[in-house]
């Protein structure tokens, strides 16, 4: 999917990152730091049953249960593959170079990744 070359107009994708991303490129970003996509749920995630699993959903932590939503995501292994999928696109694309600043994430090997310290 990529990033809209069209003016006035955003993609959406699994999360408020990526539209941020896309508001970012959108407002002029030549250079764009991911810090907390990690891209992972819990291996035990079950989103149709809604249930967390052991672990929060988001690096900040969970949202408070009437926050909560229930996405249809392809999971595997606990990587979100449908949002992995979308960074990836974006680095492909070209049009603006995204860093994956995430200790841990599933981004590292799909999107260059450095320290935050180094950037």
């Known amino acids: ?28 970003a030549e250079r764009i730091l991911l810090l907390g996509y990690d891209m992972k749920y819990a291996p035990d995630y079950d989103g149709k049953a809604q249930k967390i699993g052991s672990a929060p959903r ?27 999928d979308l960074y990836r696109s974006i680095h492909e694309q070209g049009l603006v170079e995204i860093v994956c600043c995430t200790p841990g994430s599933a981004l590292e090997g799909v999107i260059p990744s450095m320290d935050i310290a180094d950037a």
């Open 58 to 84: 988001h690096y900040f932590g969970e949202y408070e249960p009437h926050l909560q939503h229930w996405p249809s995501v392809s999971v595997k292994d606990g990587v979100h593959l449908e949002l992995v």
């Open 1 to 28: 999917m990529g990033l809209c070359e069209e003016p006035g107009v955003i993609h959406h994708g699994h999360g408020s990152g990526y539209s941020l991303v896309s508001i970012a490129h959108k407002m002029g």
